[in-house]
């Protein structure tokens, strides 16, 4: 009886597998907007426009769903950036004495 080891091939010498690395995508996260009834309309497009680089007409439109359902999504991003949004929109609408919050939520 010959002794296998399967570490090693016919000649003796140690055969390496080559293993494939198991990636997969950082779970992604919606950043959103909450309606609120003193936070003018114009400041929350402003917001869109300058922190999430939207079009006029397409903050508009986010802008509208944020009054007309309560809530509107900003965009979706890795949780680093999606926190760093939440952070700066929030100390932004505090700095100009409006209540707008943002907060984000797993996609």
């Not at 390496?16 to 114009?42: G, H, S, W």
């Not at 397409?58 to 949780?79: E, R, S």
């Amino acid at each position: 009886m010959t002794d296998f080891d399967p570490l090693k091939d016919s000649d003796g010498d140690i055969a390496v597998k080559q293993a494939k690395p198991q990636l997969k995508r950082p779970p992604m996260y919606k950043v959103i907007l909450l309606n609120d009834d003193f936070t003018p309309m114009d400041f929350v497009v402003e917001i869109l426009t300058e922190f999430f680089h939207m079009s006029q007409e397409k903050a508009t439109q986010v802008m509208l769903q944020v009054h007309t359902k309560g809530v509107g999504v900003c965009g979706t991003y890795t949780k680093d950036v999606a926190e760093t949004k939440v952070h700066i929109v929030n100390e932004y609408s505090r700095e100009h004495h409006h209540p707008l919050m943002c907060a984000m939520e797993e996609a």
